[in-house]
């Protein structure tokens, strides 16, 4: 039952990320542009003081590949997560992780090429997986760090007389 279990948050992150390729174009921008002009507030204030010349247009397009980035990040933190038990080895656990990630973005973009307003863009899917690779890497990362500490804590000490 644990092991069932330990896959609801990456079906989760599937059905948010579905949800959100689901979106229309207009609905999308919207969505997105409330953050836009948060960071546009910010952006603005900065260049008072000449440290950046960034359009509009190139926040608009960073604020979104952001968040696919870090959406696949949580995304593969949950993939590796609920595979941990069932596959042995890290590396191959690693490896079937993103795979599995990358197939999930490669149909995504199919996905949203079927929405009005969107399109398929081989460089999501690329941003997607680089995403998925950082959030396998601070999993695993985070296990060996707990590994370590766990060790450390059963270790016996020596006494010195």
């Known amino acids: ?3 069932i279990l330990k896959f609801i948050p990456m079906l989760v992150m599937m059905g ?3 949800f959100f390729s689901q979106m229309p174009g207009e609905e999308s921008a919207a969505a997105s542009g409330k953050i836009f002009n948060e960071v546009m507030k910010i952006v603005e204030q900065i260049n008072q003081t000449g440290l950046t010349h960034l359009t509009p247009d190139k926040i608009h397009w960073l ?3 952001c968040a696919h980035f870090t959406e696949y990040a ?3 933190w949950c993939t590796i997560y609920a595979l941990t038990d069932l596959v042995r ?3 191959v656990a690693c490896i079937f ?3 599995i990630v990358f197939l999930y973005a490669i149909s995504d973009e199919f996905h949203q090429h079927l929405i009005p307003g969107r399109y398929m863009s081989a460089g999501d899917v690329g941003i997607d997986s680089l995403g998925a690779l950082l959030g396998i890497w601070l999993f695993v990362l985070f296990h060996r760090t ?3 500490s766990k060790k450390a804590v059963n270790k016996p000490r020596k006494v010195r007389s």
């Open 1 to 3: 039952m644990k092991r």
């Open 16 to 18: 948010v990320i579905f």
């Open 63 to 65: 604020i979104r590949k």
């Open 74 to 76: 949580v995304f593969g």
């Open 89 to 91: 080895n890290k590396w």
């Open 97 to 99: 992780s993103e795979t």
């Open 146 to 148: 707990k590994k370590k």
